[in-house]
């Protein structure tokens, strides 16, 4: 039997929110989540991150600065998940690490993801792999969503399913049976909370909507979310990704102006939840598996989008023939999985291990994803 090894993921996401750390236990072929933290950026550094997101232009001196902190908030969180775990720093095998995304644009092709892993490396004293999306764009691919290959390995069953992340921006998984011949298809569907999120903290002084009360109090202005959904992103076929760069604030505040529209923060926020509720459902049902298995196909929700009832509850309503639950209904922590899927990818290129995402990202091939860095 093979020896269980241990591994930590480290992710922060379009919002900004914070830095996740995951540490799991990968034992023959099974994952199993031991412990997950989420810690905050520090509020300048957040600032600054959302602000280059709007605006992507920094001075390379800036640029390095917050290569720089970004690591450090990376070290903090990777030590504080460790301070409170009894398991030695010599049991862990390595870190993966995402980064922090400040850019990705695949018409180019490239992406940019910072927190340099060398000083996670040389701070924690961990091997740390990271840089994975630019492999993926090396052989063509979009570089994104990197979600569907981990999924499969986590949501392992006989019927075909979807696993839909909503984190800042929205993504979905097509998870065929394992006795379908169909191969796993995911792609970004478009905003998930960070532009409610945005008017929560713009608008409401508060840094989300819990469950989405608020939003649930505001009415859906039908114009404006018809004029959104007009957007080419949503027509346009896999493989697609997408990210803060297309869906900002200044995004829906051209619409409101061109539409002459003057609405509350409440009934904006009701509307862009039914965005991204409307989005996800509508490119759902664009696929079609071959599989006769059992219905309803379940559609489990991860990411922070798993925790707003409201938005759940409008996704249910577009998604009749479907059932829409978060994954805490079979103990998958909805909001580890993008760290546990860090901490997947690690143990993937310590391996040599090509990821299968070609069928997902448009790549010529899969392929071994990232690079090492040593303590």
């Known amino acids: 039997m093979q020896q269980p090894?241990?591994?930590?993921?480290?992710?922060?996401?379009?919002?900004?929110?914070?830095v996740d750390a995951a540490l799991i236990k990968s034992s023959n072929h099974e994952i199993q989540l031991i412990d997950f933290i989420s810690t905050e950026l520090p509020t300048q550094l957040k600032q600054s991150l959302l602000k280059l997101n709007a605006n992507p232009n920094i001075h390379l001196e800036e640029f390095c600065s917050l290569h720089k902190k970004?690591?450090?908030?990376?070290?903090?969180?990777?030590?504080?998940?460790l301070s409170q775990n009894t398991i030695k720093i010599e049991k862990i095998t390595a870190i993966g690490s995402h980064g922090q995304t400040i850019y990705h644009a695949p018409d180019l092709p490239?992406?940019?993801?910072?927190?340099?892993?060398?000083?996670?490396?040389?701070?924690?004293g961990i091997t740390t792999v990271a840089d994975f999306r630019v492999d993926d764009m090396a052989l063509g691919g979009q570089g994104a969503p990197f979600a569907p290959?981990?999924?499969k390995a986590l949501f392992s069953q006989e019927n075909p399913c979807f696993v839909v992340n909503i984190?800042?921006?929205?993504?979905?998984?097509?998870?065929?049976?394992?006795?379908?011949?169909?191969?796993?298809?995911?792609?970004?569907?478009?905003?998930?909370?960070?532009?409610?999120?945005?008017?929560?903290?713009?608008?409401?002084?508060?840094?989300?909507?819990?469950?989405?009360?608020?939003?649930?109090?505001?009415?859906?202005?039908?114009?404006?979310?018809?004029?959104?959904?007009?957007?080419?992103?949503?027509l346009a076929n896999y493989p697609k990704s997408t990210g803060r760069d297309t869906f900002h604030a200044k995004w829906v505040k051209t619409l409101l102006s061109n539409l002459n529209i003057e609405m509350s923060a409440i009934?904006?926020?009701?509307?862009?939840?039914?965005?991204?509720?409307?989005?996800?459902?509508?490119?759902?049902?664009?696929?079609?598996?071959?599989s006769k298995d059992m219905l309803p196909l379940k559609?489990?929700?991860?990411?922070g989008g798993a925790y707003n009832d409201y938005l759940l509850e409008r996704l249910q309503l577009h998604l009749k023939s479907y059932s829409v639950a978060s994954s805490q209904l079979i103990d998958i922590n909805p909001s580890a999985v993008e760290a546990m899927m860090c901490?997947?990818?690690?143990?993937?290129?310590?391996n040599n291990k090509p990821v299968e995402l070609a069928s997902v990202t448009g790549a010529k091939r899969n392929a071994v994803l990232g690079g090492t860095w040593h303590p």
């Open 5 to 18: 090894k241990y591994f930590i993921g480290l992710m922060s996401g379009t919002s900004a929110d914070g």
């Open 70 to 81: 970004v690591a450090d908030s990376f070290i903090s969180a990777t030590q504080a998940l």
């Open 110 to 124: 490239m992406t940019l993801q910072i927190g340099h892993p060398a000083f996670i490396a040389k701070n924690t």
């Open 149 to 151: 290959a981990f999924h």
């Open 167 to 234: 984190g800042g921006i929205a993504n979905v998984s097509c998870l065929p049976g394992k006795q379908d011949n169909q191969k796993i298809i995911g792609w970004d569907t478009g905003p998930g909370n960070s532009l409610m999120d945005e008017v929560c903290h713009t608008e409401l002084n508060i840094p989300y909507d819990p469950s989405g009360k608020n939003a649930r109090q505001g009415n859906i202005h039908n114009k404006l979310l018809n004029e959104m959904l007009k957007h080419p992103y949503f």
């Open 267 to 290: 009934d904006l926020l009701a509307t862009l939840c039914e965005l991204t509720a409307l989005s996800i459902a509508q490119q759902i049902k664009s696929v079609k598996y071959s």
């Open 299 to 303: 559609v489990w929700v991860v990411g």
């Open 343 to 350: 901490a997947w990818l690690a143990e993937q290129r310590l």
